[in-house]
């Protein structure tokens, strides 16, 4: 559709949405099942803080998480773009019991260790590389392209509400009941995906599939990096994720600077997905604004600054004011490169653009904790994330003069 006229159309209808039953047994399953796996972010970040009290510790869960993230990512897509993606997210949900049971066993046994966690970390890390590139291929193929932007829209807000609820919860449990009744939770929220997957429809299979060989994984990296929206838009993602990262060093922030423990620390973690959710509910407000491409990027711009600003506050309440619109910002910029993605794709390459992204999208992050481990500790917590902020507005300046097509997109009807 060239430019894609979609971001025209009408929103779709809610109702249409309401009475779509595999849409709505694939958000319930999955928004629970997110409850616990933000649940156990948390529990991780907050035992592995407490047996090191290092920030690099915090940092090299990054390393496990990208390492695994990107090593698998290069099968992961060409998987769900050849194989059932309802079966291989089944097959994941069942290895991710497993393992959040292994981590409640080590921890009640007392033989956990922080390379145990890595370790589990790492494992889960390419777990979810196998079950993004799936689900997400199989959104577009359940809903109509009329509705798809309302619906990316919906699952982004119910996910931001599972990162709000799951690290509140959280930070109450591990206070008092432990980070090992954290893990059997996320264990058992697995089973909403599994029962949503047994009750919804066969999924429709791709015109074309692909073969399992090299070849087949080059085009679907070539496809990415010849579509220029689709690769600026993946730049942004990483670059802006990577320097503005602070997520990882929350405990930090909780203990030594804002001095609000662990249930204070739940709320950090959850303050963005407050600000994603307020904005998701506004985004439809914004449909009418036809410079989507400037969107974008005053988004995340608004993110890096919103970062800079909590990074030198230290009032508690002013700091979750601030990380509550950092969260807000990412929201938008997220949606809208979502629904272009998606909808730029044909169905048999979205496994594999989905995994290339994946490497975006989860390594500037995952990255970002590295760099944000490691600048923490040798140049101070704070100044380290507001460094970050700044970064995150220059680099998102550069990538928009050198990809002018990105900040261009839908400025005409």
Not at 214 to 235: H, Q
Not at 383 to 396: D, K, M, R, Y
């Amino acid at each position: 559709m060239g430019q894609s006229s979609f971001f025209f159309m009408k929103q779709g209808s809610l109702k249409s949405l309401i009475r779509n039953r595999d849409f709505v047994l694939m958000q319930f399953g999955f928004s629970t099942s997110r409850i616990g796996s933000f649940m156990q972010i948390v529990a991780v970040n907050w035992q592995l803080y407490q047996m090191t009290k290092s920030p690099v510790s915090l940092g090299i869960l990054g390393i496990a998480t990208f390492t695994a993230i990107f090593i698998c990512s290069f099968i992961s897509g060409l998987v769900a773009d050849i194989f059932d993606r309802k079966k291989i997210i089944f097959l994941v949900q069942i290895f991710s019991i497993i393992s959040a049971s292994l981590l409640a066993y080590l921890t009640i046994s007392g033989h956990i260790t922080p390379l145990l966690i890595y370790l589990l970390v790492g494992f889960d890390a390419g777990l979810y590389s196998f079950e993004s590139p799936a689900r997400q291929a199989m959104m577009p193929t359940i809903i109509s392209r009329k509705d798809y932007p309302l619906a990316v829209n919906i699952g982004s807000i119910l996910m931001q509400l599972t990162n709000f609820v799951g690290p509140a919860l959280s930070g109450f449990i591990i206070a008092f009941y432990g980070v090992k009744t954290v893990y059997l939770i996320n264990a058992a929220s697995f089973l909403a995906v599994i029962i949503a997957l047994i009750y919804m429809s066969p999924l429709i299979k791709p015109v074309q599939i692909p073969k399992f060989n090299l070849w087949e994984i080059k085009n679907g990296v070539k496809f990415v990096f010849k579509t220029p929206l689709i690769r600026s838009s993946m730049l942004l993602d990483f670059f802006a994720t990577f320097f503005g990262s602070a997520m990882t060093l929350m405990p930090i922030f909780a203990v030594e600077i804002l001095k609000v423990g662990p249930t204070g620390m739940g709320f950090l973690y959850a303050a963005p997905s407050i600000g994603a959710v307020i904005a998701g509910l506004i985004f439809p407000l914004l449909s009418h604004f036809k410079e989507k491409g400037k969107m974008i990027v005053m988004a995340v711009i608004f993110y890096g600054l919103a970062t800079l600003l909590f990074a030198i506050s230290k009032i508690y309440w002013l700091s979750l004011i601030f990380i509550a619109l950092a969260g807000a910002g990412d929201m938008i910029s997220a949606v809208l490169r979502n629904i272009i993605r998606q909808l730029n794709t044909p169905n048999h390459l979205r496994g594999r653009m989905t995994a290339v992204n994946m490497v975006f999208y989860s390594g500037g992050p995952q990255l970002g904790e590295i760099e944000a481990g490691f600048a923490a500790k040798y140049l101070g917590t704070s100044f380290s994330v507001a460094l970050g902020g700044l970064f995150t507005i220059i680099v998102t300046l550069i990538v928009v003069k050198k990809n002018p097509q990105l900040i261009r997109y839908l400025d005409v009807d």
